[in-house]
């Protein structure tokens, strides 16, 4: 089903790997800042698309988020409980760490090289040694939501393609964007990202899930939708078509 480029793939997730656990080590470990700082933040600067996310630090629906998180990690082990997945385990599970770690070296790269501050830190109900602390000064942007719509949407698109006709792969498909909405959800009520921070995770999680298989298959899943022409004329080429 996958081909694998091990010129392109073996690099890129070599680097994205080490990138992410150097990164890690990094955007967790941030100055404090200075309740000063932090007392004169105003509200009102924070631009009004999110400005209704801010709400106190909750540590219970913190915890709450991790949920989805850790269930979808070991995501490669689930390959083994299908026969057709099973025969390819050791390359699907190098392609889901490629996926993985192209979400990492994006994620922690913003992270990393910003300081947007949580919106916890702008609301006075949260403790004052918790708003100061490095750690809020991470929220741009999601990163669980990242990783979960990651791992996720990559297993149901590896399920789709090892299973084209199944009718069951859209439950997959499902799974995965209930999973990566409830830990949107749960990371906003948590007071730990802005809306615009968690749409951004979604967006980038899934498309890095779907793409990364996508672009090593072997052949042309068929899409009645999907139209490739060739054409002639002053120029030649191909014309890509697909119905909406």
Known sequence: MYKLNLGADIPITAIGTGWSLYAFSKIYDKDPSDPETISGLNKSNVNGFDRWGIRPYNKKVDQLSYIPFYASMPMPVFFLFDKRMRQDFFKLSFLYLEAMSVTGILYTGSSYLTNRYRPYVYSEETPMDYRTRGGGKNSFYAGHVALVATSTFFFAQV???????????????SVAGAATAYTGYMRHRGGLHFPSDILLGTVQGTLTGLLVPRLHRTKWIKNPNFTILPFTGQSHGLAVLYKL
């Open 159 to 173: 399920w789709a393609d090892y299973h084209p006709d199944s009718k069951a792969k859209w439950v997959f498909y």
